[in-house]
């Protein structure tokens, strides 16, 4: 079984930061894509950033340079910076990942979810 556990989350007023972390534990050959999509209240999930074992990564049209998404692949860990945030940044953060499992298949696996407000 694996697991995706987020934290960071929390209050903060706009313009200041916040990082959030995502680690992935259970048993893991390896983990292709992460990612940070985010829900608000009344709309669709959306992405925020995703990142490529490799390092690549691609960003929602609303960062803007705001974020800035990172990982650890010996820890199993996605990081997201969030700068300058906004009250419509207000939303529960969820991660996602690719993994690849002990039998080398791959599964889609996403966290619980970590609660972002943003206060004007």
């Known amino acids: 079984q694996v697991q995706l556990v987020e934290s960071g989350g929390g209050l903060v007023q706009a313009g200041g930061s916040l990082n959030l972390s995502c680690k992935a534990s259970g048993i893991i050959f390896s983990i292709n894509t992460m990612g940070w999509y985010r829900q608000a209240p009344g709309k669709q999930r959306e992405l925020v950033a995703q990142?490529?074992?490799?390092?690549?990564?691609r960003y929602g049209e609303f960062v803007k340079g705001r974020f800035t998404i990172s990982r650890d692949n010996a820890k199993n860990t996605v990081y997201l910076q969030m700068n300058s945030l906004k009250p419509e940044d207000t939303a529960v953060y969820f991660c996602?990942?690719?993994?690849?499992?002990?039998?080398?298949?791959?599964?889609?696996?996403w966290g619980q979810g970590t609660q972002v407000t943003v206060s004007s």
């Open positions: 996602n990942a690719g993994v690849v499992r002990s039998d080398f298949r791959q599964v889609e696996v």
């Open positions: 990142i490529t074992r490799g390092g690549s990564a």
